[in-house]
T-cell receptor, first 112, second 112 residues
């Protein structure tokens, strides 16, 4: 079945540091790829998405590029802020199934 | 505000009690989902409804039932609660399977 593997956390960075959270997937068909963010005590929020190879999703300074050849969708941000502290989830939606498969989440803490 | 509304936000049950978690969306989305979130296990799909009038099992359906009451509402029922069902439950919706999800804020359930 489909699966998503995320970089294990927790990740702790200083403010203004560069962020990378790795995500790789296995899937039949041609999935769409997503990143979600969850702040403490809240539900997940869609952060960005990409639906075909080489697409770059971006939002709030975060970016991720759909790499079909390496089945990856790594999340990056050039300069993190304390307010970016949250749990980040990578997810795929398979064209055949129409259901999302989520990674286990990566906790990011940004210190001033 | 438009979105996904879950009730209740918190609940404590005794083993063997029953309850229904309610979920409603006002975005005219076709698909709705129930997930549970447990520490170290990410999000696991319990049941989903691809469209009004249809429901299907997800990864962990045992001990749960669902009803897609109409296009807006998708409820999750625990007939006889067990401590293993202590979790945070999230409802989500999407316009179609390939789109991103909109999540509710969650129900924090404790079974003692």
């Amino acid at each position: 079945g489909d699966s998503v593997t995320q970089m294990e956390g927790p990740v702790t960075l200083s403010e203004e540091a560069f962020l990378t959270i790795n995500c790789t997937y296995t899937a039949t068909g041609y999935p769409s790829l997503f990143w979600y963010v969850q702040y403490p005590g809240e539900g997940l929020q869609l952060l960005l998405k990409a639906t075909k190879a080489d697409d770059k999703g971006s939002n709030k300074g975060f970016e991720a590029t759909y790499r079909k050849e390496t089945t990856s969708f790594h999340l990056e941000k050039g300069s993190v802020q304390v307010s970016d502290s949250a749990v980040y989830f990578c997810a795929i939606v398979n064209t055949n199934a129409g259901k999302s498969t989520f990674g286990d989440g990566t906790t990011l803490t940004v210190k001033p | 505000n438009a979105g996904v509304t879950q009730t209740p936000k918190f609940q404590v049950l005794k083993t063997g009690q029953s309850m229904t978690l309610q979920c409603a969306q006002d975005m005219n989305h076709n698909s709705m989902y129930w997930y549970r979130q447990d520490p170290g296990m990410g999000l696991r799909l319990i049941y989903y409804s691809a469209s009004e009038g249809t429901t299907d099992k997800g990864e962990v359906p045992n001990g749960y039932n669902v009803s897609r009451l109409n296009k807006r509402e998708f409820s999750l029922r625990l007939e006889s609660a067990a401590p293993s069902q202590t979790s945070v439950y999230f409802c989500a919706s999407s316009r179609e399977g390939m789109g991103g999800y909109t999540f509710g804020s969650g129900t924090r359930l404790t079974v003692v």
